[in-house]
């Protein structure tokens, strides 16, 4: 653990109060895909079948615990709640997801560290994290009216995976054999991906006016 490794935590931990705060008191997830979150789903579901089985210390088993449960509570909002579910926009939140997990699945079997189950699991989360912020972004390219809270919320989200690259480079630095390609280039596509997103941010924080992404 390292400073830039706790920055990176910290802040997808806020990410994700962010916006269980905006949905839980606000009672709207307006803006928000649930396509995207289904997809955060799968990611931690996939990542941590070891929750049980290899303790590694307390830190990580609670962080695991949150991020599962938050993720399943974010998408139990949005389906099932009577309130929140009305504000959900299914006509605009279109982007067919199966077609971002179906090649994360084959890549995961083609290209991985070891073919086992457990491997290919944690494999396949690592390419679907990627690229499971695109059905948000799309959605947000279709939204004339971003409000503060789902703007921080993927601004939050962009600036944990770019801690945690700078978290790989300190510890390629500091750590002898520190060497793991699939995590790098799965993580630097998914910071690239923020890229169009931290622009247009910093230009309505910087003039304050209302976040708006070209269509």
């Known amino acids: 653990m390292n ?3 706790l920055a990176g935590d910290m802040t997808h931990l806020a990410s994700v109060l962010v916006l269980l705060l905006k949905i839980h008191t606000i009672k709207s997830c ?3 895909s649930l396509k995207t979150q289904e997809l955060y789903a799968i990611v931690f579901t996939t990542r941590y079948l070891d929750i049980f089985t290899d303790f590694i ?3 990580n088993t609670v962080m695991k615990l949150i991020f599962l449960g938050s993720s399943y509570s974010i998408v139990w909002y949005i389906r099932r709640h009577k309130i929140v579910r009305r504000s959900y926009d299914k006509n605009q939140d279109t982007f067919r997801h199966i077609f971002l997990i179906l ?3 084959v890549l995961a079997l083609l290209i991985n560290e070891k073919l086992t189950f457990k491997e290919v699991m944690w494999t396949f989360s690592l390419y679907l994290e990627a690229v499971a912020i695109l059905p948000q972004l799309v959605l947000l390219q279709r939204t004339k009216n971003i409000d503060n809270l789902t703007g921080q919320y ?3 989200l962009g600036a944990y995976r770019a801690l945690y690259i700078i978290n790989w480079v300190y510890r390629y630095f500091t750590e002898p ?7 790098w280039i799965s993580g630097l596509v998914q910071t690239l991906l923020y890229a169009d997103f931290f622009y247009y941010y910093f230009q309505s ?3 304050n006016r209302k976040l708006q992404l070209p269509a």
């Open 205 to 207: 924080w910087k003039n």
């Open 154 to 156: 993927v601004f939050l």
């Open 30 to 32: 307006a803006g928000v």
């Open 177 to 183: 054999h520190f060497v793991h390609w699939i995590t």
């Open 3 to 5: 400073i830039f490794r």
């Open 103 to 105: 090649p994360c699945v």
């Open 57 to 59: 210390s307390l830190y």
